[in-house]
Every structure is written in C-alpha cells, then in structure tokens.
C-alpha cells in the first residue's frame, strides 16, 4: 500500500527489502487518489525509481483528487467508473484518456512479453494478443518475482477496491502453493487471551486441517488435538469445522505449541524455513513498582514473550537489572504498556547500566592480616600475596607458592576462594576483576585460633591492599557495530560514530544505493544508538551489534563513570 501524497515512505522501503530477500510476490495499491495533492503519476515514477524497471502498472485514474470516479484496466483495454456506493459500471475508456491509455498499455504489454519467446515473436510480427494470453505470462512474472504490477484507487471512496480483489484472486500466486502433500499448518503468532488462555494462529501449507484432527508438533515431537477452531474477524470468533490450504484461523489450549512451531500429519515429513527471530536493538530494564507485583512480573513476561517473538528477556547477572529487549523505542512502550492493561503488572524502567570491568597493569606484593580476640577461641590469619597482570581475555589464576608449612595446605583453598569471591564483589573500582595472576608465597598460622574464615578475610584484605598498588584501570565492553545505510547517510553515520569514541573499520557498498559501515564502538555509547541512527536517517538504517571485547576507559571518563554508577540514572 502506497500513499498518492507522501509516495513510496520508509516502512514501504523496509517492507519491500523483507519481500525480496525471501523472494516473495508483490504488488503495489496505491491509494488515497481522492486526496487533495494526490498524483499517481509522480508516485509511479517514485516506486520505478525506488524498485527498478519490474514496476508495471496494470491501471491507470480515471480522474485525480476531488475527481476521482474510476479506473481504467490496461490488459483488457476497459473502464470501471464508481458510484457513490462504490458500485462500478464497466464502459468503454474515455476519449480524453484514450492517448495514454494506448501508450502505457503497449509499454505495459512489452515488459510482458519480453520474458516469453514465443509472445515475443508473435508481438514483434505484429500479431494481436489475447487479454487471456497476457494475463497467463503476467501472473508467472509475477509468481517469480521479476514483475511487480501497481493497481490503483481510493479505499474510502472504494475506487478500485473490487478490481483489487479480483486482481488478488485471479492472476496472484494461490495462497497455499498447489496444496498438495501431508496436511501441515505453520503457527506464526500466539495471544495470550485473559479467558481461553493461549491462542495459536495458524496458516495451512498443505492439505486440510478439520475439527479434532491430530497434528504433530515438530518441535516436541508431541501430538496435539485441532479443537475449537475458530476464524478471527476483529474482536469476532467464527467457528470453522475445516481450514483448507492457504487459509489461517486460530486454535486454542494446544499444550506446549508456540509461534514459529511447524504442525504436521503423524509420520508425515515436512520442511519449512526455520522461523528466525528478529534481533533486537534497544533495551530498558525493568522491575516491579510495588513488592505485590514482583512474583506477577516473572508470568506476565513470559506471557508477554509468547505473544511478541521479537522481545527477550534477559538477566544481568554483573548488574543484577533485568533487561527487556526490543526492536525499538515505540515498541518497547508498548510492551510495557501491554504489561499494565493486560496482565495488570505496574513496572518502572531505569536506564541499562554497563557491564564495566577492571584490572591491573603492573605487579604489586601486599600483607593480607586478619585477627580478632574474643572471649573464647580468636581468628588469625596472614596471607603474603602478589599479584600480576595477565594478556586481556586469560582470565584469573591462583598459584599456591607456600613452602616450609607457613600456611597450613588445608587452608590454601580458603586463600584462593577469599582473592576470588572479592574480585567478584569489585576491586579499586568497585567492578569485578579480571585477567589477573595471584599468588600466595608466604603467611601466617595459629595453631588454635587460624581458621579457613581466617584466611579468607586475609586473602581479601591483602588482595585489596595489592590491587590499589597495582595500577588499576576499569575496563569497557566494546562492541562490533555493523550498519546499513543510504549512502546519502554515509557521512552523518561516520561522524556520529567518531563522535562515539568508534573506530570505522571499513565501508562498502552493498547495492540498492545502501553502504555498509563497520565499526568498533563502545558498548556505553551504543545503548540508544536504535533512536540515534533512526533520526540520522529518517528509519532508513539498521544496524547489528555484537559484543567484541574489552579495553581501558579513557582516564578522563573513569571519575564520571565510577560516579554515575553511585546513582543508576531513572529512565
């Protein structure tokens, strides 16, 4: 659907690119010709332009704006005028359009023809070709991809509308392929009613799926029974007892089927794309406003994710928020809104805190001593520890270095748990620790008041006291960041990411007017960067991040970060 005012609009663009990667038919209506401002001629040269020469318009306005009362058909040489209530009489076409109706159509049956030797023979000999003929070569052009016809008219006037449906049901592609095969119905989405409970919506790929009939689920591997199945039209529910191949409708309490599920005949084998979620771009985390709503928030998620595929859960465990991920702003708010009206839970959103990390640069040595007299038995232990920084991705080993008994050997593992529990808990920073070499080369014991607690507050005493010593820096994930833009965009996207402390690692055209950019970026400057890169680029970006690893804060940020982390910022 294409406006006759704004023309060929982001999401149109967006939705083509889909259709075309998975090589599906399409078609172009475009509307609103009624409108004031409305120019079918200027938005068949945006959708030629936008979408190449496999443009072909199959009708042309009787009329434009204020006048619009028809259209003409090009293949069949007629006209369709329309009364008030949308009813057509079929007649001859109009002698002030005739010219140019006999132009586009002759256009029109040469981008036909040239995919048909044998029409094209017979056009070039100039032999008259049937409507029937043209039609049959049409709809191949179109099954394959390679034609895309543009129909025109006015839904709220209903121009054009019954020729639309018409157009659909004879010359498009049969919805369900020949139906053919074991019956097999695709579960492409789930709504999680408040009354019958999960509701499965399903289209048939083959066969016919009846009342009661007993379907494999693919996934499980378990059996599920096809019982009250109903048609959905608006907040109506039909029951059907049968739904043939290429028709969708709805079935509810199946036991353990989701979107994206495959249902098929016993024994039946059947292969279909596998479902592939889209990747998300932006994330808020979430919690419970009240303490009675934090046991409901867990089910209403789920239940929210059974629903919308392209939302994730996910729980941090470094800073402890639990995230929800979306395809964008507007579609986050909505979830949460969704969260309120329909499964009654109230959250609070805060911004997604960074998984930051330290370590050190240098080796340093330092005395962990802990001691404690009270009345009865004391605690006393002193651990000698040095520590070293190890390659970035090593991560943390302890060696046990004590000779001569200085500390008893079935306390050296509470030595190790004590340095390891406190580079978890953070460091000089107070984020955890890594890539770091511990060693324990001498101490002291009690022979009655040592004690693994002992040395474990020993081993985090000294462990502290090294690292403030061992030249500290705080580490910041750093992702890979691919995006896709116009190249008209090119030059924004580039600068914004310097602005971002990114390094570009390359661009390169990928066709359709669109360029690649790589780029590494820390993952902090990247956490709204689904908004930035929507206005640089009025929605015509996408971008993928994924995480690549971990490098030094600048020192002029350190102080700001390790501050704001002091007070999480409210979304």
């Known amino acids: 659907m294409v406006s006759a005012i704004e023309g060929v609009e982001v999401q149109t663009e967006i939705a083509w690119r889909l259709a075309e990667a998975r090589g599906l038919p399409r078609a172009i209506f475009v509307n609103k010709l009624d409108r004031e401002r409305a120019s079918f001629s200027r938005t068949l040269d945006d959708l030629k332009s936008k979408f190449g020469s496999g443009v072909a318009p199959l009708q042309l306005p009787i009329g434009e704006e204020a006048d619009l009362r028809g259209v003409i058909e090009l293949l069949g040489d007629v006209a369709f005028t329309y009364d008030v209530a949308g009813e057509a009489t079929e007649s001859e076409v109009p002698a002030e359009l005739a010219a140019e109706e006999r132009t586009v159509h002759d256009a029109l049956v040469e981008g036909i023809v040239v995919a048909d030797d044998d029409l094209m023979e017979r056009y070039l000999g100039d032999e008259q070709i049937e409507p029937a003929e043209l039609a049959g070569a049409l709809a191949l052009g179109i099954a394959s991809g390679e034609v895309f016809p543009v129909l025109c008219g006015s839904a709220a006037k209903l121009v054009g509308i019954d020729r639309l449906a018409h157009f659909v049901a004879t010359e498009g592609p049969p919805p369900g392929g020949d139906g053919e095969g074991p019956t097999a119905a695709a579960v492409f989405k ?44 608006g907040k109506e529910q039909e029951p059907v007892s049968e739904v043939p191949t290429g028709d969708i409708a709805a079935v509810a309490k199946l036991s353990d089927t989701t979107t994206g599920d495959l249902l098929a005949a016993k024994g039946a084998t059947v292969e279909i794309e596998p479902f592939e979620r889209p990747r998300p771009v932006l994330a808020v985390a979430v919690n419970a406003k009240s303490k009675g709503d ?99 991705g090593e991560g943390f080993e302890f060696v046990g270095a004590i000779v001569g008994g200085a500390i008893p050997r079935q306390f050296i593992p509470a030595v190790e748990k004590g340095v390891a529990e406190t580079m978890e808990h953070g460091g000089h920073f107070g984020y955890p620790v890594v890539d770091v070499q511990v060693t324990c080369y001498d101490g002291k014991h009690h022979a009655v008041d040592s004690s693994e607690m002992s040395f474990k507050m020993a081993a985090s005493i000294g462990f502290k006291d090294a690292m403030a010593k061992a030249g500290p820096i705080l580490l910041e994930p750093v992702s890979e960041l691919v995006v896709t833009v116009p190249e008209t965009n090119q030059g924004d996207v580039m600068g914004d990411l310097n602005s971002k402390r990114g390094r570009i690692q390359g661009s390169a055209s990928v066709g359709r007017g669109e360029v690649e950019v790589v780029a590494f970026v820390p993952t902090s400057e990247i956490l709204r960067y689904a908004i930035d890169l929507r206005s640089m680029t009025h929605g015509r970006g996408r971008f993928s991040a994924t995480h690549a690893s971990y490098e030094p804060v600048p020192t002029h940020l350190v102080d700001r970060i390790t501050t704001a982390a002091e007070k999480p910022a409210r979304a």
């Open 190 to 233: 789930t709504i999680a009613d408040p009354y019958v409970g999960r509701v499965n919506l399903f289209k048939v790929l083959s066969g016919t799926v009846k009342t009661d009939d007993s379907l494999t689920n693919a996934r499980t591997k378990h059996d599920e029974r096809m019982h009250q199945m109903v048609t959905l039209r």
């Open 294 to 392: 934090e046991d409901k928030l867990a089910n209403a998620l789920h239940r929210l994710l059974d629903e919308d595929p392209a939302l994730i859960i996910e729980r941090n465990p470094e800073t402890h928020q639990t995230l929800l991920w979306g395809m964008g702003e507007t579609h986050l708010s909505i979830a949460i809104e969704r969260l309120s009206r329909k499964f009654g839970v109230e959250v609070e959103t805060e911004e997604v805190r960074v998984a930051y990390r330290e370590t050190i640069t240098t080796m340093a040595e330092a005395e962990g001593k802990y001691k404690k007299q009270t009345g009865g038995h004391g605690q006393f232990g002193v651990a000698w520890l040095r520590i070293e920084p190890r390659q970035r």
